[in-house]
């Protein structure tokens, strides 16, 4: 398992190089429901990250198209309340390399 501080540096990567992040987020206090939205991290701080959504087109019926500010906790993603598409594809590729090189040893 991650711990926070290695959550913190991968998150410090992605905002340091300006990627672009995939999130769900599933949270109940405060409540917040945010699916595959397209995000860019603003801060990162020891135990909490700062995101903002990519602005999107808005409907007639619902003024989406401002962006969304989120303050989120390490923890979040530890417990799976939080999904970063970019941290998970991360860690299959490592995992992938990990495997290759035991085979390889063994």
Known sequence: ???????????QFFYDNHVPLHMDV???H?????????VIIKDVYPYIFR?????RASTPAV???APQC??????DIMTGHIRIAELEMLRRALARRRAQKQAQIS
């Open 51 to 55: 995101v903002e959504t990519a602005p």
């Open 26 to 28: 599933s949270l109940t």
């Open 30 to 38: 405060p409540k917040i429901e945010v699916v595959n939205a397209e």
């Open 70 to 75: 989120y303050t989120l906790q390490y923890a």
């Open 1 to 11: 398992m991650e711990t926070t501080e290695t959550l913190r540096k991968k998150i």
């Open 63 to 65: 003024d989406e198209a």
